[in-house]
Each structure stands twice: as structure tokens, then as C-alpha cells.
């Protein structure tokens, strides 16, 4: 069942009965080659936790829509209070749901992330903070070979979130065995073996996670 949403990214806030959870799913960009080119990757303070710093214009999206998905999640948590809540984003949807994520966290509501091609959102206590929190489970999903998930690099200030779930197979049909489970600290973006079409394939070649051409919306 589908609830009301949001901004200038495409969004949606569900309520799934079969997993009895409150899902929200943000797509990536539309056009992620332009968003990469004219990517700032400036830091500001945020308040998720102590010392953490966040990518100027993520957080400005965040905080455009958290007021909506506040509301919208509060209300179905009122009426359905036993339902887990997920958020969920592919590129920059991800780096969207990963910092909603982390405002629920810190406030103390309980909440799973999943992210898939997401880039990094963060210093590294902001990092730190996602990756460790008892108030939720956190998988950020990757290609070995998307590009977007690999940056912002470090030497701009920005960690990583552990662990990482690094895909090695470009495949519809990823087995458990095609996944590396992976704690880093080190790893830096490689100028080498990039490839876009890693970033638009996690479900499958032509799938709602590709990003596209056209304008942001949200469903309603």
C-alpha cells in the first residue's frame, strides 16, 4: 500500500504487510554522468552525531524533505507500531536514504538501510556513526567497478562505511558466493576499470535502479 511523499527526487513511502515494514525508497539520479562532472563535494556540520561532517548539497536535499517523511512515518508508525522501518536509495537516492537514515537513528527511532551504487555521504565520524549504530542495520551495496560509489574520495575529507557488500559479478542472478563482505579504511577511488554500466545494474540490465534521462519527481 502506498502512502504520500515528497521533493525533487523520485520517492515513495509504502507500507509492506508482507514484511510488516514501512518502507522508504529513493531513485538515484537522472542523469548521474552530469551529476558526477558538476559534483561539489564541500562538507558542512551535520547533527546526526558529535564531529559529524556531511556533503553540502545531500544534506540540503535531506533536510528539504525530512520534514515530509517525518510526518508520513510517524503517522503509519501510529497506526501500524509493531512495523520495522527501512529506507532504501540507489546513487544519489542512496546517499538521500542513508542520511534520513541517520536522522531517525539519532533521534532514537530504529531503522534499517539499504543502499545500492551509493556514493559516500560523509567524514568518517559521520561514517562511523551509520555503520555502527545499534538502531538499525546498514548494507551499502556495490559494483567492484561503479564509479559513483567511489567517490567522494578520502583525500576530501570523506570516510567509509562499514562494511561494504562489493558485488564481483555483473549479474541478474548474484549469488551469496559473488559478494565480498569488506571492513576498509584504506581503499581509495581507482581512476582505472570504471564502468557505468555497473552503476545502473543491481536488480537487473533495465530495472527502476538505472538511472535515466528526464526530471526528478516524487509518486504521490
Known amino acids: 500500500m502506498y502512502s504520500s511523499?515528497?521533493?525533487?527526487?523520485?520517492?515513495?513511502?509504502?507500507?509492506?504487510?508482507s514484511t510488516r515494514n514501512i518502507v522508504i525508497a529513493i531513485r538515484g539520479s537522472q542523469s548521474v554522468r552530469n551529476w558526477i562532472a558538476n559534483a561539489a563535494f564541500s562538507l558542512r556540520t551535520a547533527t546526526f552525531c558529535s564531529g559529524c561532517k556531511s556533503h553540502t548539497?545531500?544534506?540540503?536535499?535531506?533536510?528539504?524533505?525530512l520534514p515530509r517523511v517525518r510526518a508520513t512515518v510517524n503517522s503509519l508508525k501510529q497506526q501500524y507500531p509493531n512495523y520495522g522501518i527501512v529506507f532504501t536509495g540507489h546513487s544519489f537516492?542512496?546517499?538521500?536514504?542513508?542520511?534520513l537514515a541517520a536522522d531517525f537513528r539519532s533521534r532514537g527511532q530504529r531503522a534499517d538501510l539499504f543502499t545500492y551504487g551509493a556514493p559516500r555521504v560523509g567524514n568518517q565520524a559521520l561514517s562511523d556513526f551509520i555503520?555502527?549504530?545499534a538502531l538499525g542495520r546498514t548494507f551499502r551495496v556495490h559494483h567492484k567497478e561503479d564509479p559513483?560509489?567511489?567517490i567522494p574520495p578520502k583525500i576530501?575529507?570523506?570516510?567509509?562505511?562499514?562494511?561494504?557488500?562489493?558485488?564481483k559479478v555483473t549479474s541478474a542472478n548474484t549469488q551469496a558466493s559473488d559478494i565480498e563482505v569488506?571492513?576498509?579504511?584504506?581503499k581509495?577511488?581507482?581512476?582505472?576499470?570504471?564502468?557505468?554500466d555497473d552503476h545502473g545494474y543491481y536488480l537487473g540490465p533495465t530495472d527502476i535502479s538505472a538511472c535515466g534521462d528526464g526530471q526528478f519527481e516524487w509518486k504521490v
Open 93 to 99: 537516492g542512496g546517499a538521500l536514504a542513508t542520511l
Open 188 to 196: 581509495e577511488i581507482n581512476l582505472f576499470n570504471l564502468n557505468f
Open 156 to 167: 576530501l575529507g570523506y570516510g567509509y562505511i562499514n562494511p561494504e557488500y562489493r558485488i
Open 57 to 65: 548539497g545531500f544534506l540540503a536535499s535531506a533536510q528539504e524533505v
Open 131 to 133: 555503520g555502527n549504530s
Open 182 to 186: 569488506i571492513q576498509t579504511t584504506t
Open 148 to 150: 559513483v560509489s567511489r
Open 5 to 17: 511523499i515528497l521533493t525533487d527526487a523520485t520517492g515513495i513511502v509504502a507500507r509492506d504487510d
